[in-house]
């Protein structure tokens, strides 16, 4: 079975942090570029930073660069989004996808709650 499993998400004030963990199962890892979207009740899901397969390119959402770093472990299995400086406007449901190179199609999680108020 493909499983992403996404951890680390909760409550926060302004301008704290928080690292999301996703882990996967079920297909080769190091194959797939790694991505986080995020979605709030009412709106389109929003993609907030991708990772190429290697770790060694990274790009981000604009009003996230600077403040989220994405990375991957491939050894094991896992893609980090740290967050840094939050803002009550990046509450949402963050969601972790893996994405084969040159497929629009992928593999996601079921969210991790982050909220940020104070």
């Known amino acids: 079975q493909v499983q992403l499993v996404e951890s680390g998400g909760g409550l926060v004030q302004p301008g704290g942090s928080l690292k999301l963990s996703c882990a996967a199962s079920?297909?080769?890892?190091?194959?797939?570029?790694m991505r986080w979207y995020r979605q709030t009740p009412g709106a389109e899901r929003e993609l907030v930073a991708t990772?190429?397969?290697?770790?060694?390119?990274?790009d981000y959402l604009d009003s996230a660069k600077g403040r989220f770093t994405i990375s991957r472990d491939n050894a094991k299995k896992t893609v980090y989004l740290q967050m840094n400086s939050l803002r009550p406007e990046d509450t949402a449901v963050y969601y972790c996808?893996?994405?084969?190179?040159?497929?629009?199609?992928?593999?996601w999680g079921q969210g991790s709650q982050v909220t940020v108020s104070a």
């Open positions: 996808n893996a994405r084969y190179p040159g497929s629009t199609k992928g593999h």
């Open positions: 079920g297909f080769i890892f190091s194959n797939f570029n």
């Open positions: 990772i190429d397969t290697t770790g060694r390119r990274a």
